[in-house]
């Protein structure tokens, strides 16, 4: 994996342009334009079924667009596959916490890095690189000691920072957290909150949805605010949250 | 899959550990399921005298390659085949009647063409067939999984089945085909049970290694991570279609290979050979022996084997009771299993 970091694209990481999903009858992301700041971290807030997770599974193609377009580094897609969204730079976790539960946490972090093509991954077993680059990560995130254990015997929190740690060992330009704080509890929060800050910190992009008020309020630099789909406005952090009237209407605080 | 070099930490944790008496007295199964099984067998083969233990060697040889092989796809890669009879059926129906030297009265029974090639020469053709079907069904079989990849491995199943039964004109259909020939390299023929043994003894170390080198390689994780999540494995830039129609492929062309054996060592095969019955008592094998684990298939072969046969020496089962007596016993050993020890003897991942 090449580090994407360095490379300049533009003010935007990624841009989606009338992008949309209907299941059914239900417009869960209704014709949505919104601009994520290159090395920044943006915030997707909005009330429960307002299509703030719809808009991160569109985003690392685990869904079909129904319409629109994504611009990621300048490139226009129409088309997002999910194996290729790493090629574009892009990682993602899960509100669910997805794991691979029945494998160990060092493999958790071993997968990711290994080769994608067929036969060379036949022939490769675990390069010197990748083990260190796996250490790293599972040091970073506090997990070393449990590299043994089974990803699902672990608890919800430590299940949660490996998530991200599995991300992270994907070295891309651009990360979206779905919820990556919720059900924490304080000093885990931290770690999180540290790990986001630090990712911004090495140049890169980080796409985060959150309930929780003060989070986005220390965190974000951007912030975009949805509804049924839409977007109801985007903007500087600060000032999005200086409205009065969004935060009343739709954050309830 | 290792995970890090052992280093002082790790001979100190080993000193720590208990001893083989010490774990076994503290119940510990897989040791146990081991020592019982192998036992078992040694008892066994003393007990019944070399020329038994010869035939019962070569059965057993046949079943370790088939449930090493659908070990990868079922334990590894969690795509529950119950159709793995098919490409053992493949295999077995090509070896069959490319080698066959039977000549067929035209008119009282279903005639075939007479081939005559050695068996060396027909073993891969059995294999690439097989290998090929398992792509064109493997393409389709990509759409599906958990319950409804069930269902529809069972369909490929029946549907080896009545191939089998109706092509007459290919197969003999009921009749079977008769004279399948043994193998022989050069002057060496496999025409003895021993060498035969020997053989199958080899496939089955064939089948063990390259199992090996895929299971303990990147490749070989990739397809644990399928099972677990393939949707998320997709994501973190695989494609997942391609490592499950590899792996599905290379697992039938080695269950062509049992096939092969199997109907050189009979010499006649008939379509009730291929059934959809002796599929599932295959995943039997597999789930009893434990889920991605290849010592464990092999113990489960071995295990399977020793009840099977073992059972006809039951003094108090009449004869006509045996062949029945061993599904029964099975069905209820793994409604245990899945009660207590839902992963197997040997296995660490549960269905």
Known sequence: ?253 | MSTDSGGVGSLMRAAREPGVFMRLARGNLELWANLVVITWAVAFAIWQGSGFAITLGTVFAIWAILAVSLNLVVGFTGLLSVGHIGFFGIGAYTVAILTSNAQYEQLRTEAIPTFGWPFFAALPVGIVLAGLTAIAVGVVFNRFRDDIFVLVSFGFAVICFNVFLNSRALTRGAFGIHEIAKPEIGSVAFGSEVAFLILALVFLAVVVLISWFIVSSSFGRVLTAIREDERATEVFGYQVTHFKLTVWVISAMMAAAAGGLFASWTTFIDPNSFILLESILLVSIVILGGLATIWGSILGAMAFVLLEEGMRFLPFLPDEYVGQARQVILGVLLVLLMLFRPQGLLGRYRL
């Open chain 1, 1 to 253: 994996m090449s580090t994407r970091t360095e490379r300049d694209g533009g003010r935007f990481a990624l841009e989606t342009i009338e992008v949309a999903k209907h299941f059914g009858g239900v417009h869960a992301v209704d014709g949505l334009s919104i601009a994520i700041p290159r090395g920044k971290i943006t915030c997707v807030v909005g009330p429960n079924g307002s299509g703030k997770s719809t808009l991160i599974n569109l985003l690392s193609g685990m869904l079909p667009l129904d319409g629109g377009v994504v611009v990621v580094d300048g490139v226009r897609l129409r088309v997002i596959k999910p194996h290729e969204t790493p090629g574009l730079g892009i990682t993602r976790t899960f509100q669910d916490v997805r794991l691979f539960d029945q494998i160990s946490v060092w493999d958790n972090i071993m997968v990711v890095l290994t080769e994608r093509r067929l036969l060379p991954a036949l022939l490769e077993r675990g390069k010197s690189g990748q083990r260190e680059r796996t250490e790293e990560i599972l040091r970073s995130v506090g997990m070393w000691e449990k590299r043994r254990s089974l990803a699902m015997d672990l608890s919800y929190g430590q299940r949660k920072l490996l998530e991200i740690g599995r991300a992270m060992a994907l070295n891309v330009n651009t990360y979206l957290f779905d919820e990556p704080f919720a059900g924490l509890f304080p000093q885990m929060l931290e770690r999180v909150k540290g790990i986001v800050r630090q990712l911004r910190n090495e140049g890169r992009t980080i796409l985060f949805i959150s309930h929780n008020m003060d989070i986005v309020r220390e965190l974000s630099d951007h912030l975009i605010v949805m509804d049924s789909g839409k977007l109801l406005t985007e903007g500087d952090a600060e000032e999005v949250l200086a409205q009065p009237e969004v935060i009343e209407a739709y954050l309830g605080v």
